[in-house]
């Protein structure tokens, strides 16, 4: 799928204990991005929004996990992860 605007690949930034950890040590920030993206289309995507230069790009499948409660079964939603990391003397902002 061909994207008009960066912003459609590109959904939320993950704050977390891991990925405060990946900032701090590796200048690489972590992403939920669009399922079908690819790493080319991520690397052009944050490079457009923040005007940053882009290391590398890891991506992963997150699996969606069964849930409970009370006596319903669901099913939580699948989602695609980014590890994106920059070149050295460049940073972006998310907090």
Do not use: H
Request: aromatic share 10%.
């Amino acid at each position: 799928m061909k994207y008009v605007d960066p912003r459609q690949i590109i959904i939320r930034p993950i704050i977390t204990e891991k990925s405060d950890k990946c900032i701090n040590y590796q200048n690489a920030y972590v992403f939920e991005v669009a399922q079908d993206a690819n790493k080319v289309e991520i690397r052009n995507a944050v490079e457009a929004i923040w005007d940053v230069k882009v290391l590398a790009v890891r991506t992963m499948n997150k699996k969606g996990k069964v849930r409970r409660y009370k006596y319903k079964k669901g099913k939580t939603s699948q989602w695609k992860k980014a590890i994106v990391q920059l070149r050295e003397g460049f940073t972006i902002d998310i907090y």
